[in-house]
């Protein structure tokens, strides 16, 4: 039997994540934080409303987290719609893909400076790298942040399902090949989708019927 003292638990934990329910689609909006440096990132802030962010920047003085970007997954109002929210408080760039970075250069309220990312872009949180993966198929620009204990799917990969590829943009080809590096990643990850419920990527390899080829129906 192994035990743990505190210390080595906490050695344990390289990044911490708190998930907010935001918008009308119920769009996760994370903070990921490092323990130790207190370096932070959200990511999707898919607000409809201003009044939305405020248990988030509760969440984050409380902790006393020094938010360093703001990281959208994908194009999408529903991801993107608080930016510019965000923008103004913590006065941090916007990270995304370069194929979908026209969705927040449109922004009527943008008023900080965009990073463009790309296939193994990395992002520094503390103690923490976040690898880019790009995963097209939602969009063309979709991406999935990979660290090592857990990996942000946005609306590449859910709980049971896959993003809908009937948008414009959208490409069922596009996804099965970003399925693809998925099922390639670890078992014991940890999977933050940009809706609905955690899960691991060892659960979807088994149980997700995209993943596994066996549907080809749209779930989201």
């Not at 370069?98 to 463009?116: M, T, Y």
């Not at 490409?171 to 670890?186: A, E, F, H, R, V």
């Not at 060892?202 to 997700?208: A, F, I, Q, S």
């Amino acid at each position: 039997m192994l035990f743990f003292n505190f210390s080595d638990i906490r050695l344990l934990i390289i990044v911490l994540v708190e998930a907010f329910t935001v918008g009308t689609l119920s769009t996760n909006c994370y903070v990921a934080s490092c323990p130790d440096t207190k370096e932070a990132i959200v990511i999707d802030p898919g607000l409809d409303f201003s009044s939305e962010a405020q248990p988030i920047y509760d969440y984050i003085e409380e902790a006393k987290l020094k938010i360093k970007y703001i990281v959208n997954t994908h194009g999408h109002e529903d991801h993107v719609k608080g930016n510019a929210v965000f923008q103004e408080k913590y006065n941090v760039p916007i990270c995304i893909h370069s194929l979908d970075a026209h969705f927040v250069e449109n922004l009527e309220n943008a008023k900080s400076s965009i990073i463009i990312l790309d296939e193994g872009s990395l992002l520094q949180c503390g103690n923490e790298t976040l690898k880019v993966i790009h995963t097209p198929g939602h969009t063309p620009g979709s991406i999935c942040l990979v660290g090592k204990q857990l990996v942000f799917t946005g609306d590449t990969l859910f709980a049971g399902g896959i993003g809908r590829t009937d948008f414009p943009g959208g490409s069922m080809s596009d996804m099965g090949t970003s399925l693809q590096k998925l099922t390639s990643l670890p078992d014991y990850l940890l999977v933050y989708p940009g809706h609905g419920e955690t899960t691991m990527i060892g659960e979807e390899k088994r149980t997700n019927a995209f993943l596994n080829n066996k549907s080809e129906n749209l779930l989201f």
